[in-house]
């Protein structure tokens, strides 16, 4: 039986180029996603055995993302296809549970071999990340704890993007008043009153592009 697979990537020729790439191997891409909630959405309607999601998406981030399919579509597997090997990347795919790190920098057949890893339950990292994965896990207790919650995160995050918190209550489903609780909360958390700094903060935290 052919291996399903979701795509999300907000960038319109690379998901083609990727789709283009698996069916050639045989893989069967059920879905293609341009931002994290339409990836979580994808999978748990159609039960994809793999995600292939890229970190920095609009709306909600592929970390992000990928925590939340662990809750709602905990069958299938993900893996983050991305441009970053620092290890602050590495370190929140690890405990947002991926299963499989490619950089996009490799060649086109590491992520087939990662689709076909990690639908057998196993592990996949590029090379190149093994150093990385290797000093995470070694220092995971000096790991600082996030402040925020999932859900604070994606706030913040559509806050970084420009969103009004009308936006941010209709793209999550939420009341504008349980919006507006918990803007004020995370700058609380946070210790920060500005919008200019929620950005930076953002872009820091690897939530948004500069």
Known sequence: MSIKVVLADDHTIVRQGLKSLLEREKLQVVAEASDGQEAVRYSETLHPDVAVVDISMPTLNGIDAVREMGRSCPKTKAILLT?????????EALEAGVRGYVLKSQAANDLVHAIQQVSRGQFYLSPGVSRAVVEAYRTKSQMPTDPLTTRERQVLQLIAEGRSTKDVASLLGISVKTAESHRTRLMQKLDIHETASLVRYAVRRGLIQP
Do not use: S, T
């Open 83 to 91: 441009q970053h090997e620092e290890d602050q990347y590495i370190r």
